[in-house]
């Protein structure tokens, strides 16, 4: 089983960044496809972006689209979640998951195995 590891949440204005990192052990991490996910304080796990096990390929959530970027660094075995222009209903707890072995980016949390114990965002107004 694949261990997760995130960092970089915390307390924010609109319109600041953050980026948010997330360090994989136990695979290999360069043959697995790698996604972030969210949950809001009162709403259920949602996708935010996920990247292909050879970083070609890239998908986001509309509502992130344009303001957030997923990328990986296969020697550092870490993903990463660059947020630009936060805005308050980004707020929630963010998870990182481990997918399929070669996969292309699913956008379905049920492709994905090993979870991360999220890390908080909050935007504030």
């Known amino acids: 089983q694949a261990q997760l590891v995130e960092s970089g949440g915390g307390l924010v204005q609109a319109g600041e960044s953050l980026r948010l990192s997330c360090i994989v052990s136990?695979?290999?991490?360069?043959?697995?496809?790698m996604g972030w996910f969210r949950r809001p304080r009162w709403s259920e796990m949602e996708f935010v972006a996920s990247?292909?096990?050879?970083?070609?390929?890239?998908s986001y959530a509309s509502s992130v689209k344009g303001r957030f970027t997923i990328s990986r660094d296969n020697a550092k075995r870490t993903v990463y979640l660059e947020m630009n222009n936060l805005k308050p209903e980004d707020t929630g707890v963010y998870y990182c998951?481990?997918?399929?072995?070669?996969?292309?980016?699913?956008?379905?949390?049920?492709?994905?195995?090993?979870w991360g114990q999220g890390t908080q965002v909050t935007v504030s107004s």
């Open positions: 998951a481990l997918g399929a072995e070669f996969g292309l980016a699913s956008r379905d949390r049920k492709d994905y195995s090993d």
């Open positions: 136990g695979r290999t991490f360069s043959r697995y496809e």
């Open positions: 990247i292909s096990w050879s970083g070609v390929s890239q």
